[in-house]
């Protein structure tokens, strides 16, 4: 039972933390909206670029932001094809939780990666029957009200008569922070990692409590809370437990490590479902050093989240065709990297 219980607070850690890094981009992507949508009209590398740093964001917005314009016809399909490659879902933000550094480090990859396997699909590969479907769509902007995150006028009622979901989502947040403090949650994490993750609570309290009701209705609480947070944390909670005790019976390490190419076409294969948790499995197994980071690389590009969802209600052609152009890009890479012992 400490085993489990073990498990479940680095459950509720990672967790956390991935609400948490929600809760900022949700905050910074609503205060800078439509400012970046100027930048895509240009040359194609212009747009490989914007479009692979939109995808390299943690979470699921930036992928569907590109899908959007992709079906307006304001990038390329190669430019899809770079965010898709680059964006790792709600995953990234797990990863950043759980390693940090070769978080960055896979992020870089995969933006160089998408943007060149962009540049590279539209040179080679025209899906003339995808675009004409799209070639007729027009671009409806459906404006609201730009919301004022910061209103000095409310934060008295904010803060001595708060709606439920903002005394809920504060209280959790105070909860993590003295978890985080105290070392019930954090364990031996390093010093930096605990000061990083503790200005990280303090800023999302911040916008928690500062924010307008509509915004944290809205944006926090039917959207994070209630739909993202409780799928996150079953799938880490429920990954570790199963990783726990298939190692009890059976010895993964020694069966990943004799057969490295099967387990690389399965993390590819896997990268077909349009679900952010399968790819969950390769996160804790890579957390755990039982696969290399070469099937680690290969499982974040071939997959993507949530992200491909809209396209898929779009065009199943192109759903397929992006899936598949991503599939190839992840074996080439992924074979490679295993081939240099990476």
């Known amino acids: 039972m400490e085993e489990i219980y073990k498990l479940f607070t680095k459950s509720i850690m990672i967790s956390g933390f991935v609400f948490i890094m929600m809760v900022v981009i949700e905050y910074i992507n609503i205060q800078t909206k439509g400012v970046w949508q100027k930048h895509f009209t240009g040359n194609k590398w212009k747009q490989y670029i914007i479009a692979g740093l939109l995808g390299a964001l943690p979470g699921c917005l930036g992928a569907f932001t590109v899908v959007a314009l992709f079906s307006h016809q304001l990038i390329s399909f190669g430019a899809l094809v770079t965010t898709m490659i680059a964006t790792s879902g709600d995953e990234a933000f ?3 939780a759980m390693f940090p550094k070769q978080a960055i480090i896979l992020s870089v990859i995969l933006l160089v990666v998408g943007v060149l396997a962009g540049y590279l699909t539209d040179k080679f590969y025209h899906p003339k029957s995808i675009l004409d479907k799209f070639s007729g769509h027009k671009l409806i902007l459906h404006e609201e009200e730009q919301c004022k995150c910061f209103q000095k006028n409310i934060l008295r009622s904010n803060l001595f008569h708060p709606s439920f979901s903002r005394l809920s989502v ?10 985080l403090a105290s070392g019930v949650l954090s364990g031996k994490a390093e010093m930096w990692i605990k000061f990083t993750l503790m200005f990280a609570f303090a800023f999302a309290l911040f916008i928690v409590i500062t924010v307008p009701d509509h915004f944290l209705k809205k944006h926090i609480w039917n959207h994070i809370v209630k739909i993202h947070l409780p799928r996150i944390f079953l799938w880490v909670f429920g990954i570790l437990i199963f990783m726990h005790f298939v190692n009890l019976y059976i010895d993964v390490e020694s069966l990943i490590s004799d057969n490295l190419f099967v387990v690389l076409l399965i993390a590819v294969l896997v990268g077909m479902i349009p679900e ?5 499995v390769f996160v804790t197994l890579f957390a755990a050093g039982t696969i290399p980071f070469s099937i680690l690389i290969a499982s974040s590009i071939a997959q993507d989240g ?12 192109g759903f397929v065709a ?9 074996l080439i890479v992924g074979g490679i990297g295993l081939f240099f012992g990476m």
Request: a positive charge; proline letters at 5%; charged letters at 10%.
């Open 94 to 96: 797990v990863m950043f």
């Open 170 to 179: 504060s209280i959790g947040i105070i909860a993590l922070m003295i978890g």
């Open 276 to 280: 952010s948790g399968p790819h969950m």
């Open 306 to 317: 949530h992200g491909m969802l809209p396209l898929l209600a779009e065009s199943k052609k």
């Open 322 to 330: 992006v899936k598949i152009i991503n599939m190839i890009y992840a």
